[in-house]
Every structure is written in C-alpha cells, then in structure tokens.
C-alpha cells in the first residue's frame, strides 16, 4: 500500500530542490491526499482526481490547474506503484491566460495624477503610489532599500521565478523620481522608517496589498467601471514596456531577433517564447513587421 501523505513529501522536496517554489501546489496537493483519505483510498485513480478538481463546482477556471497538480504527483507516484493512473492531458478545459492590455501614454499619465490625488493632501500615500506604479512601469518592483541603489542606477529583483535574482539598470529619470521619493519618505518619517524601500503611511512594510489601490485609481479614471470583475492588472504594465522596448528596436532599425534574449533577461524570464506572449496583439508592432518585410522583398533580386 503506498503511504500518499510520505510520496507527497518525496514529491515536493524533489520540485523544490529543482528551483520551484510550489506554495499554491503545495496546498492544493495536501488537500488532494486529504481527500484521498477522507475516502480511505490508497491508490490513485483518474475518477478520484476529477471528483477532487472539479471541487468547487462553480470553480470552472481552476478546475483544469488543479488537474494538473494531481497529474504531476501522479506520474511520480506511478514510478513506485504501477497500480496509479495518471489523468492525461485534455480532460478537462486548459487554463487561459487573461487577455493583455496595453496601456497608453495617456492612460498611464491619468493613473499617476490620479494617484497623487489620494488623501491626505500631507501624506506619504500618495507619494508611494504614485512612484511604485511609477517604477513597476517601467521596470519592476523592490522592496528592501537595498535593493535600490540610486547612485550606481540598479535596482535588484530578488527571488522571483525558479528563485532567481536579477539586475536592472535604472533610467535616469527614474533614478530622480525614486531619489525625490526616498527624500520625501525620509522628510515626513524620519526614523520609522524600517528597511523598506516603500512604506506604508506610518512607516511599516509595504504589503503586497498595497498595490489594489490600483483598482480603486483605475476606476477613477474610467479604465475599470463600478463592479468589473476583470479589466487592465497591474501586471499589464510588463505586456506595455516589452512592446514598447520592442517597437524602440524597430523604429530605431536594430536587429530585435538579436535583442530578444536582452529584453527577456530584463523581464526575469528563463526563454525567449515566455516574452513572446508579452509581444502578442500589438496592431503597432505587426505594422512595423510588415514594413520591415517589405523593405526586405524590395531589395531581394
């Protein structure tokens, strides 16, 4: 009989020893083993794993990530017990990403002024609102002060995906803002102030929180109306600085095939085809293609 509960262990240190952090599959693969032994099964079954994934039943979008997890765990466990079966692919629905969206130059200054118009008029609130949306548009997000270095432009991500870390270099005029940022959060907190580069009002940890503030901003400016429950992320700022970067490269005749792999480094990305979806449904950039190809036709002999 195989002790699922003592394979999932196994399982899990083997995923983590490999670089991923695996903290929702982890919680979702306890609950499955837990189903398991609410019904005194010992033996993964295709019928077990549907029953489990589709729990909730109006959960439909998760249903096919939950799936997954069990399909995971099942070809592991398979590999000491020939008796598991292993759910194959295309049971249920596959998960689809959210549709990116692009912000424009108008849409991003609206949120900033918006987010300078948060009370109170004397607070810091509306100072780290309006530089962390500020810098994730333009880069990405730090949480330790040094993690941002301002004299030498490089802010450190640390820990993201696979727990990599990674370098950025800092524009200048990002560099002012963060600086008049840093000064201002000095000014009005003095020595509250922790070891966070961003701070709450009073001084604490800037939780991960924090950032919803964005939909109450972009509701206030017309990009979300009352009671949506999808519309432009915070995370649409990425898709908006890789096009961007990306059709620079072109108006500027460089060589992108060949800057690719730079821009995906930026971006924190292990290959090229993850900062491919970035670059999808862009109307601009495929008419910049267009045009290069066509000047590439008008030169071949």
């Known amino acids: 009989m195989t002790d699922q509960r003592s394979e999932l262990y196994k399982y899990l240190s083997i995923r983590k020893g490999l670089g991923y952090k695996y903290e929702h599959q982890t919680r979702r693969l306890a609950d499955f083993v837990a189903f398991m032994e609410k019904r005194k099964a010992s033996i993964i079954t295709m019928k077990l ?4 994934a589709t729990l909730p ?14 399909r995971g765990f099942a070809r592991h466990v398979a590999n000491f017990d020939p008796r598991t079966e292993v759910p194959p692919v295309g049971m249920l629905p596959g998960w689809k990403r959210a549709k990116p969206y692009v912000y424009s130059d108008a849409e991003i200054d609206a949120l900033l002024m918006a987010a300078l118009a948060l009370p109170p008029a004397d ?12 810098l994730i548009t333009v880069t990405a997000c730090a949480y330790e002060r040094d993690d941002v270095d301002l004299d030498a432009g490089v802010l450190t991500v640390r820990l993201t995906k696979f727990g990599k870390s990674r370098l950025v270099p800092l ?17 009005l907190l003095g020595s509250r102030c922790g070891s966070t580069f961003f701070v709450a009002e009073q001084g604490g940890r800037l939780l991960h929180q924090y950032v919803h503030r964005f939909l109450r901003l ?4 017309g990009l979300r109306r009352p009671g949506d429950r999808t519309g432009p992320r915070v995370h649409d700022f990425r898709h908006r600085f890789a096009i961007r970067t990306l059709l620079d490269w072109y108006r500027e005749g460089k ?15 292990v290959c090229a085809r993850d900062t491919c979806w970035y670059l999808s449904a862009c109307p601009e950039l495929m008419e910049e293609a267009a045009r290069r190809l066509d000047r590439r036709w008008e030169v071949t002999p």
Do not use: K, N
Not at 57 to 66: E, I, K, T
Not at 123 to 134: A, D, E, I, Q, V
Not at 255 to 269: F, I, K, M, R
């Open 123 to 134: 607070g810091l609130r509306r100072w780290t609102c309006h530089t962390l949306f500020g």
């Open 255 to 269: 060589d992108v095939e060949q800057q690719l792999p730079a821009l995906s480094t930026y971006l924190g990305h």
């Open 218 to 221: 972009s509701r206030e400016i």
């Open 57 to 70: 039943p109006d959960r439909h979008a998760s249903w096919a990530l939950r799936l997954s997890d069990v």
């Open 49 to 52: 794993a549907m029953e489990w």
């Open 171 to 187: 524009h200048p005029t990002t560099r002012t803002a963060l600086r008049d940022y840093a000064d201002r959060r000095d000014a």
